[in-house]
């Protein structure tokens, strides 16, 4: 083992330079570079190894078996080793193949966990111009975008920055976490707005078909779209996820289907009345009268919402 020095100058089995020397019985570890806290004979018991690589133990007097966590793939045979080991491959498979099949399932592993990842940059390429475009104001583009980006927080968040906020469905009580899936998507009391939400949908696009990525993620432009019905189509998505994150970031769950109408007819009021007083109404049906949720009489709103 030869001689282990500690930080206070005294030696093992031996003397140093220090003016105060004491002698120290042999090393009980086996496979170590170092003892630490060595006393003197009185206290000999106690003590600590510093084990070399591929042993473990009190005493560093066990071999660590690197097998044990199955490294080996395609039915390969591990080989144990001291800090090492090696597959014994089956016939027909070599190493290289083995270690790409390895690396391939690991790679499998992870695109799950960077599909949303790359949802986020395909947004960013076609989409991102439309979170902001009007009739979407602000606030309401703000929650659209902190959503695709995984920065607008759930209940679950809140409740770790105030205790005094539920950590679970304020809609459905204890028994639902307060995640973004289920308080934008999967809660019962939001599925009334939702699935109106979805008639408007269908009535402004009947040719798209409506999945999670569409309402998640916004509609694009594409060729054969009219511009004013996707606008208006991704207002309608993007007003409803302001109304459910404004009633949970208030604790305030009231109904949120009539929470998110009356966020809609006093947005149309308020254009209707401009575009009065520009005197161009008309303009004003080609940007909002798309999906049926009102009729205008004489100069007023009748509301089919």
């Keep these: ?3 282990c020095f500690l930080h206070s100058g005294v030696s093992f089995g031996g003397r140093s330079g220090s003016s105060e020397k004491s002698r120290y019985l042999s090393p009980p570890c086996k496979a170590s570079n170092l003892i630490k806290r060595l006393f003197p004979i009185t206290q000999v018991a106690d003590f600590e190894c510093s084990c ?17 966590s199955n490294p080996c793939q395609n039915g390969g045979v591990c080989l144990d080793g001291v800090a090492r080991y090696s597959c014994q491959c089956p016939t027909g498979i070599s190493i290289n193949q083995s270690i790409n099949q390895s690396i391939s399932q690991s790679i499998n592993q992870s695109v799950s966990q960077s599909i949303d990842q790359s949802i986020i940059q395909s947004v960013n390429q076609s989409i991102i ?107 309608l998505i993007v007003s409803f996820k302001a109304s459910v994150y404004w009633l949970y970031v208030h604790s305030n769950f009231k109904d949120c289907l009539e929470t998110w109408k009356y966020r809609i007819k006093s947005k149309i009021l308020v254009e209707h009345r401009y ?30 919402l």
């Design 1 to 3: 083992m030869g001689t």
């Design 52 to 68: 070399l690589a591929g042993y473990r133990g009190r005493y560093c007097e066990v071999n660590v078996n690197e097998c044990d």
């Design 129 to 235: 111009q439309s979170v902001y475009k009007p009739p979407i104001s602000k606030k309401e583009g703000d929650v659209q975008y902190r959503l695709l980006h995984k920065i607008l927080p759930s209940q679950e968040v809140l409740h770790y920055i105030d205790r005094t906020l539920p950590k679970t469905c304020g809609w459905c009580g204890p028994s639902e976490r307060g995640t973004l899936l289920h308080l934008f998507f999967q809660c019962p009391s939001i599925q009334p707005a939702l699935n109106l939400l979805h008639r408007c949908l269908r009535q402004l696009l009947p040719e798209l078909t409506l999945t999670f990525e569409t309402y998640w993620c916004l509609i694009h432009h594409g060729r054969g779209r009219q511009r004013e019905k996707v606008d208006l189509a991704n207002y």
């Design 275 to 304: 575009y009065q007083l520009q005197n161009n109404v008309p303009l004003f049906l080609k940007k909002w009268d798309l999906c049926n949720i009102f009729q205008i009489t004489d100069n007023e709103i009748e509301w089919i």
